[in-house]
């Protein structure tokens, strides 16, 4: 795994040119790249879920579209259209800004759900159908979706199977003090990002997709997966709990974190660092919970804590594995 690890920190290395403080919000957005899984930014406006979109895109040589999200923006503003060719008197499909390998969907929920479920075939299966005719998106293929948490007037929430489709929800947060006198120096004549070099290629980044497939998973930590998600179908305080989708996404970008950290097996330690960024997002906590302000990450952080982690004999088959 060696290379997936100098491939990652390639990629940091170029990526913290711009976005400063934030090794772990950039290490989760290249996990979801190598997993083929698109991401949920939620936060404030200002904190750099665009910059470090575009900075993520820059480094890998892809390309990138923005698709600015409004309650008049209608589905084919999204897939294409096809138009009448006078000419050749054929219709001609004309893609839209989903044809992108790293599209940004800004402010995602403040598009009508009609638009939103465009995106439902584009993240699962990589491809759109208009007119009956289906096209495949190019790879690699990753959503970067954005939303605020804060202002909710005239947005429609993402419903539950447009979540699900989410690998991964997390929040960049504002800077430190430190961090943020940095981004003010090194933006004093330009912006780093108009000189960010291509660190890598596509080809590199699609053959290390295949490789932390990998990554052994013991059959315990498989049993451990599973009993994660379990607990928050039965948890008392969840009305839903996390899909088969949510434990296969543990499981994958617990392969990638352990790739990226230079180890070709799964360690319990995964898992607990990527539960919450996974599962999150996944489960709907009951109304009379939330009345006591129990959040979905709290009760991600209760399971953790009430499973036993798997023992002694994954250490043993890790051993044998790496020696």
């Given amino acids: ?190 912006h780093p990002l108009d000189l960010l070099p291509v660190v890598t290629d596509i080809d590199e980044l699609l053959q290390l997709q295949q490789a932390i497939k990998q990554v052994y998973v013991d059959e315990l930590i498989e049993e451990y997966i599973v009993a994660l998600v379990t607990a928050t179908r039965n948890h008392e305080d969840v009305y839903l709990g996390a899909s088969t989708r949510g434990a296969l996404a543990l499981y994958r970008t617990a392969q990638a974190w352990a790739a990226i950290h230079g180890q070709d097996f799964v360690s319990p330690d995964a898992i607990k660092q990527l539960a919450a960024v996974v599962l999150s997002h996944r489960i709907i906590v009951s109304p009379s919970a939330r009345i006591r302000s129990v959040t979905a990450g709290g009760v991600i952080e209760a399971i953790l804590g009430a499973i036993p982690v798997p023992g002694a004999r994954a250490g043993r088959r890790f051993s044998r594995t790496t020696g």
Avoid: W
């Fill in 1 to 190: 795994m060696e290379q997936v690890r100098a491939f990652a920190e390639r990629i940091f290395q170029n990526v913290e040119q711009v976005i400063v403080g934030k090794r772990q919000a950039v290490e989760l957005v290249l996990i979801a790249l190598l997993c083929r899984g698109h991401v949920l930014l939620e936060d404030v406006p200002g904190t750099g879920k665009t910059v470090l979109a575009k900075s993520i895109a820059r480094s890998i040589g892809g390309s990138f579209k923005r698709i600015q999200f409004t309650p008049d923006l209608l589905p084919s503003d999204v897939t294409g259209v096809s138009i009448f060719n006078q000419q050749s008197h054929e219709f001609e499909f004309r893609p839209g800004p989903i044809f992108a390998q790293i599209v940004l969907a800004d402010e995602i929920n403040r598009a009508t759900p009609k638009t939103q479920s465009a995106l439902l075939e584009a993240m699962e299966e990589r491809q759109v159908t208009v007119d009956g005719l289906t096209y495949d998106l190019p790879a690699p293929f990753i959503v970067l979706a954005t939303q605020n948490p804060i202002e909710y007037e005239g947005t429609f929430p993402l419903p539950e199977a447009q979540l699900d489709r989410f690998l991964l929800c997390l929040h960049l947060g504002y800077p430190e003090r430190r961090d943020e006198m940095a981004i003010l120096r090194r933006q004093r004549q330009a």
